[in-house]
């Protein structure tokens, strides 16, 4: 009888999305099995066993028990694109939108993306990390346990800076596990806008030898308003030289050749693809890029069209889901929200959502090897839930059924609240 730190005992239905590794596709991506009456055994923070209860509590004793009630427990989501770091909402550009103004002429004004550059400009560290906090804790209330974050509202070295600084911050200051993406290329700031090359050179020469250090992946916004391909290329391409794994905002808006760049480059992502090509889809699949589909963005733009999932489904690539959460185009902060959009406006089946949330999502921000599943050896990122049905999660959509969340085997959300580790200042 070995003894752990924890056990998770008394889970009424226990889903651990255990299965092959790496990112999963087709029939793979849409097998959910549960286990009836189950039990998790946890130790330093991560799982050393889970599945029926009588196995777990006949092998492990455990220093410290922890009732699940009979509650739904699976693995904690996550959420695999986010521009979290903002100093304002943009409450009044969604009103413009609803009166007939679109997204890429309010671009061209000034507007959209260059508005929350400037606020993030004149707002110091302190007032983006408290925002981002508490930004974080509504994503753990619905269930997220590690986030991907992208700079991208500083368009500076100076603001870039800040905001990889923040996200740095918000690991250290919160239970969520944050991954840093580095998205220099979002817009054209303003003092650029009659020199975009010039702010292409900036990005190669300046920014990411200075910031490369502080983030994992570089992103570029490829889209005929903002980066051509060749500049994108050009971009990811001296990402990779500092180390960075390219990621892409692909064929949000129009086929702009983004999946195809994503593919040749063998990026890690390819994400949006609202109006991926058909050739875009192959090569995804051909090149193993994940293609991140954030249905929250064309819900709140009222695009219209969405990323064809299931071409891309039968085509073999594996999808992941994200928030998209930014104050532009996804103000949510919750996943469930997105799998249920995804189930209704993309065809997912409940199944291929909760893999594309989990599991996929963590290979899609390079946490595959460590999260989005209760397999030995992982992290313990738990949910503990008030359904009996894990597909109750996207089926009540906009109702939160989440109730206790753990992060590394300890407990982080307790019914509507964080809790603060024993010796720790809130
Ligand atoms: O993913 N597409 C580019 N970036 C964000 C929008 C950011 C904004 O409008 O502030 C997106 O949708
Ligand atoms: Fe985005």
Redesign the pocket.
């Known amino acids: 009888m070995r003894t752990v730190d924890l056990i998770i005992d008394d889970i009424g239905t226990l889903v651990t999305l255990a299965g092959p590794p790496g990112p999963r596709s087709g029939a793979e991506l849409g097998t959910v099995r549960s286990v009836p009456g189950a039990a998790i055994a946890i130790q330093d923070g991560e799982v050393v066993a889970a599945g029926p209860r009588r196995e777990i509590v006949d092998r492990y004793r455990a220093r410290r028990v922890h009732d699940a009630q009979g509650r739904l427990a699976l693995p904690g989501f996550v959420d695999a ?1 986010t ?1 979290l770091v ?1 100093a304002r909402e ?1 409450i009044e550009e969604w009103e413009m939108r609803l009166a007939g103004a679109d ?1 890429v002429q309010i ?1 061209e004004q000034g507007g ?2 260059r ?2 550059v400037r606020q993030l400009r004149a707002a110091s560290h302190a007032e983006l990390l408290a925002g981002a906090l508490a930004r974080l804790d509504r994503m753990l209330a619905s269930g997220t346990t590690t986030v991907e974050i992208k700079s ?2 500083g368009l500076s070295l100076e603001h870039e800076r800040k905001s990889l600084e923040v996200i740095a911050a918000l690991d250290r200051a919160h239970p969520i596990h944050c991954v840093p993406t580095f ?1 220099g290329a ?2 054209v700031p303003d003092e650029y806008r009659h020199d975009r090359a010039g702010y292409v050179r900036l990005v190669i020469d300046q920014m990411l030898p200075a910031l490369a250090p502080l983030a994992r992946f570089c992103d570029v ?1 490829c ?1 005929a308003h ?1 980066f051509d391909v060749a500049q994108a290329r050009a971009i990811l391409l001296a990402g990779r030289r500092h180390g960075l794994l390219p990621k892409l ?1 692909a064929d ?2 129009a086929p702009t050749g983004g999946a195809e760049l994503a593919a040749e480059l063998g990026a890690t992502s390819a ?2 693809l609202v109006a991926v090509s058909e050739e875009g889809i192959r090569r995804l699949a051909a090149a193993g890029v994940i293609a991140v589909l ?1 249905p929250g ?1 064309c819900y709140f ?1 009222r695009l219209g069209r969405r990323a064809p999932a299931r071409a891309m489904v039968e085509a073999g690539v594996a999808l992941a889901l994200a928030t ?1 959460s ?5 103000p949510t902060t919750s996943m469930p929200l997105v799998m249920s959009l995804a189930c209704q406006e993309l065809g997912l089946r409940p199944a291929e959502a909760l893999v594309a949330a989990t599991v996929n999502a963590a290979c899609a921000i390079g946490e595959g090897a460590r999260r989005g599943s209760l397999e030995p050896g992982k992290r313990a990122d738990v949910l503990l839930c008030d359904a009996e049905d894990w597909r109750a999660l996207p089926y009540h959509f906009g109702t939160n059924l989440v109730a206790q969340v753990f992060i590394g085997g300890e407990l982080v959300w307790d019914e509507g609240r964080r809790v603060q580790p024993a010796g720790s200042t809130p």
């Open positions: 694109h521009h903002y943009r997204y671009a959209g993306i508005a929350s991208g509202y998205l979002h817009e916004f889209e903002v905002h949000e808006l994400d949006h954030l963005t733009l998209d930014n104050p532009g185009t996804s």
